[in-house]
Structures are given as C-alpha cells and as structure tokens.
C-alpha cells in the first residue's frame, strides 16, 4: 500500500486527480514568463510613449521591414479597449507564478493544467 503511494506522487499523480510537473518545467516556467514579462513591460512602456508623441520609434522597428511602430498605431493593437501589451504583464505575471507555485511542490488538477495550455496558445 505505501508504495502505491510513493509511485503516484513519484509518477507526479495522486489520488485527488492532481497533477505535478518536473522542477525542470517548472523552472521553464519561470524562465520563460520572466522573459516575457519584460518584453511586455518593454513594449508597454515604447506603447505609452507613442501615444504621447506619435513621431516617438519603438525599439522593436529595427528598420523598415521590421517595424512594429505602424502595427501599435492600429486599432487591433488596443482590442480590448487598452493596449494589448498589458494582457501580457497580467499573463505572463501568472505564468511565473505557477512555476514558482510548482517548485514549491504545488498541484494541479487536470482543469487547471488545460487553462494554462489554452492561455498560452491564445495568448
């Protein structure tokens, strides 16, 4: 019976329906919501700039192919009413926090683990 036990919390499952991750992902989950975290925080901030001076160059048009300046100056840059960048400082805000949540030996259950991969490919 106690090595039932063992295998499910090793194998990451326990009877509850929850489920845990490799401290591997979840360092990924750190890493990676961290890096998107600045971006969005970069890209807000060139974003607030714009709309206080329209002639301002984001950082993110490296030359006249690669320019993001005309796209923040759309209306689908602000679907929601706000620009878009800021859904991005709340996610990827949350996507750190489920990282750190799962190295402190955090679970989740299988509804959760769907909401994040969901979030994360509309996003």
């Known amino acids: 019976m106690a090595k039932a036990a063992v295998d499910e919390v090793a ?3 326990d009877g509850g329906g929850t489920i845990g991750a490799s401290r591997a992902f979840s360092w990924l989950l750190v ?3 961290a890096a998107g975290l600045l971006a969005s925080w970069v890209i807000t901030i060139d974003k607030i700039k714009l709309l206080e001076d329209p002639n301002f160059t984001p950082g993110c048009s490296l ?3 690669v320019s993001c300046g005309n796209i923040m ?3 689908q840059a602000a679907v929601f ?3 878009n960048p800021m859904l991005g400082l709340v996610t990827y805000a949350m996507v ?3 990282g750190v949540g799962l190295l402190a030996g955090a679970r989740y259950r ?3 683990w769907l909401g994040l991969n969901a ?3 509309f996003g």
């Open 11 to 13: 194998s990451g499952r």
């Open 31 to 33: 890493i990676t919501g």
């Open 63 to 65: 030359n006249p192919i």
């Open 73 to 75: 100056k759309s209306e």
């Open 81 to 83: 009413g706000f620009p």
């Open 96 to 98: 750190i926090a489920i």
């Open 110 to 112: 299988r509804w959760y």
């Open 119 to 121: 979030g994360t490919l």
